[in-house]
């Protein structure tokens, strides 16, 4: 899956020279945390609400209303925003955004079309992703095992699941306690926990956790 069929589209962008008072309360009125900043239609940079935040004043400040009021307006979107923008291209892997997220410490990554901006795909996007790759909203039997790097392993679990009578809905693998093994969660319905975890146990390193939910 590509980042370009989970992006949010249009995007809801701001201008360098808007007062982060208006920049702050066109966020909440959006219900958003994050917005690109456009200057004629060329990405400038990207605010997010902790850099309004923290351009506020603390409610410790002995200034006046009034004096607040004047010096905010005085700072603007682009005296907060990042400028040195992480962007994807709308044919990005899911998990390379995730990636780039995670390694440069962003909560968003604006999306281009070429030099145009096309979306924009957050960490509450990734966060909708990871529950339905584990059927996170489906009943079922839900297992983790541990197993082998070995070719035929993912196979024979699956068998012996349709042997049953089960179905998989979701299946996740994760990072083993050696680099030899893996861990393996997966979603079955149709059939019962009991027959799910008499099926699956004897072809496992481990049978870590086994519920139905």
Request: charged share 25%; net charge positive; proline share 6%.
């Given at each position: ?13 701001v ?45 410790a400040?002995?200034l ?7 010096l905010?307006?005085k ?5 907060v ?6 962007t ?14 995670a ?46 790097n ?5 196979a ?10 089960g ?40 049978l ?6």
């Open positions: 899956m590509n980042v370009s069929k989970r992006y949010s589209s249009p995007v809801i962008t201008e360098p020279d808007l007062p982060i008072t208006e920049a702050l309360e066109k966020m909440r009125r959006e219900k958003i945390r994050h917005m690109p900043v456009l200057r004629k239609g060329k990405l400038v940079g990207i605010v997010t609400r902790n850099d309004l935040l923290n351009a506020s004043p603390s409610k400040t002995t006046s209303v009034w004096e607040i009021n004047y905010l307006n700072i603007t979107v682009a005296d925003m990042s400028r040195n923008v992480v994807v291209p709308e044919d990005t892997p899911i998990e390379e955004a995730a990636r780039l997220m390694d440069n410490k962003v909560s968003c990554l604006p999306v281009m079309r070429g030099k145009e901006l096309a979306g924009i795909i957050t960490e509450t996007d990734l966060f909708k992703i990871f529950l339905e790759l584990l059927g996170a909203r489906h009943k079922g039997v839900r297992f983790t095992v541990q197993v082998p070995k070719p035929g392993t993912f024979r679990i699956s068998t012996a699941i349709f042997e049953a009578g179905n998989i809905i979701a299946m996740g693998t994760f990072a083993g306690e050696t680099a030899n093994s893996s861990f393996v969660t997966l979603k079955v319905e149709g059939v019962p926990f009991k027959t799910v975890k008499k099926v699956v146990e004897p072809l496992v390193t481990r870590v956790d086994c519920r139905e939910i």
